[in-house]
């Protein structure tokens, strides 16, 4: 039987790492309370990233998870990490490195699911990586800052709805699971944290998806301004959106994702076209 996840940090001396965008997570109570929504982890392959001292992974292993792919950057934690791979046989992996440079979708068996207590100052990168290969993956259950979370989540014309709402909003269904303070986590950040669940659309709209986000990044680089002005840096913008079906005095907030991927269609259209 495993020791007690504090004795474990204690033994290895695991004081979280403010550079690496550590707070870890030792509330029995949470962590299988994130496996569970999760979705069925019995098939395939479920991929963690941060894992630290190994709170989620335990989780995640006592729900039944029949693989388990660890990646962690920080080397203290390997020898946490590895006392929960020897107390199951054959359903942990961990591997050593810079999750934003390992590609996820390339990992284990498929149906691939990440679930994640993601490193604040990775998480919104990892996440736009995901999303570019995202039919790769089942799922994504992920914790983010709370800010981050409801962005994710927020609808058109609202205060949170911005580039990172269209872009995640085009690719998956999205869904806030629950909040959390930041006293759950040791040592507690100054932000609450949310969980949230991203489904892969079977039919999304298609577009090119570096000129989607490339349509978004200047949309929303300006958000106060009207589309005509905020998408000048793209090219003749009130043409564009006619021919988007969008009104050139529009604001970003109130476009949705078809909306955008409509732009980077027609954009994709005139840098193609002789």
């Not at 058109?156 to 872009?167: K, P, Q, T």
């Not at 629950?178 to 577009?207: H, I, M, Q, W």
């Amino acid at each position: 039987m495993l020791p007690p996840l504090k004795d474990i940090v204690a033994k290895y001396d695991l004081l979280a790492q403010k550079s690496l965008g550590q707070h870890f997570l030792f509330d029995l109570n949470i962590t299988n309370k994130i496996a569970r929504m999760a979705g069925d982890l019995t098939k395939g392959t479920t991929i963690e990233v941060g894992p630290g001292p190994g709170g989620l992974t335990r989780a995640l292993l006592e729900n039944g998870a029949a693989r388990v792919i660890a990646i962690e950057k920080d080397k203290r934690c390997l020898g946490a990490l590895a006392e929960i791979e020897a107390a199951y046989p054959g359903r942990l992996r961990v591997i050593e490195g810079d999750a934003v440079k390992i590609d996820a979708a390339a990992l284990g068996d498929e149906p691939r699911r990440i679930v994640a207590n993601l490193p604040y100052n990775v998480g919104t990168p990892l996440l736009i990586g995901w999303l570019k290969r995202i039919h790769d993956f089942e799922s994504l259950t992920l914790m983010f800052q709370k800010e981050v979370a409801d962005r994710l989540a927020a609808p058109v014309r609202s205060s949170a709805y911005g580039r990172l709402s269209a872009l995640a909003q085009w690719k998956c269904d999205v869904k806030k699971l629950f909040d959390l303070p930041g006293a759950a986590f040791t040592p507690p950040p100054k932000v609450a944290s949310s969980v949230v669940r991203l489904t892969p659309k079977a039919v999304t709209e298609p577009a090119d998806f570096a000129l989607f986000e490339r349509v978004t990044a200047a949309a929303f680089g300006q958000r106060r301004k009207m589309l005509r002005s905020s998408l000048k840096s793209i090219g003749d913008a009130e043409t564009l959106l006619i021919q988007a079906g969008i009104e050139p005095t529009a604001r970003a907030e109130e476009i949705g994702y078809a909306g955008f991927a409509a732009l980077a269609r027609i954009l994709q259209e005139r840098t193609t076209s002789p």
